[in-house]
């Protein structure tokens, strides 16, 4: 059973920075590699960046320069630091298991956590 836990989210002004936190169970940590999506009101679920081995990280294109993705194995925690906000970055962030394959990175369906809001005023 996949478990993560989303943390760190809250009110921001533009231009302001965050760090997220996915704490995961040990097992979820080491069976998976984590990422990260974010749902915004009325659009899709959006792909952010993950981990494709154990140090290797692919991002987004329209991600890329604003959001990094990192963590920290002793404490099962995958990390997003977003900097420079604006006020389309608010919605709701998810941290995600997923497989790798070929390189690739795929989400595990249904293996979501509940999610951190963050909110970017102008």
């Known amino acids: 059973q996949v478990q993560l836990h989303e943390s760190g989210g809250g009110p921001v002004q533009t231009g302001g920075s965050l760090r997220l936190s996915c704490a995961a169970s040990a097992d979820t940590y080491n069976s998976y590699y984590l990422g990260w999506f974010r749902q915004s009101p009325g659009k899709e679920h959006e792909w952010i960046a993950s981990?494709?081995?154990?140090?290797?990280?692919t991002y987004a294109d329209s991600m890329k320069g604003r959001f990094t993705i990192s963590k920290d194995n002793t404490k099962h925690i995958v990390y997003l630091d977003m900097n420079s906000l604006k006020p389309e970055d608010s919605g709701t962030y998810l941290c995600?298991?997923?497989?790798?394959?070929?390189?690739?990175?795929?989400?595990?369906?249904?293996?979501w956590g509940q999610g951190t809001q963050v909110t970017v005023s102008s």
């Open positions: 981990f494709v081995s154990d140090d290797k990280t």
């Open positions: 995600v298991a997923g497989d790798v394959h070929d390189g690739t990175w795929f989400p595990k369906a249904g293996s």
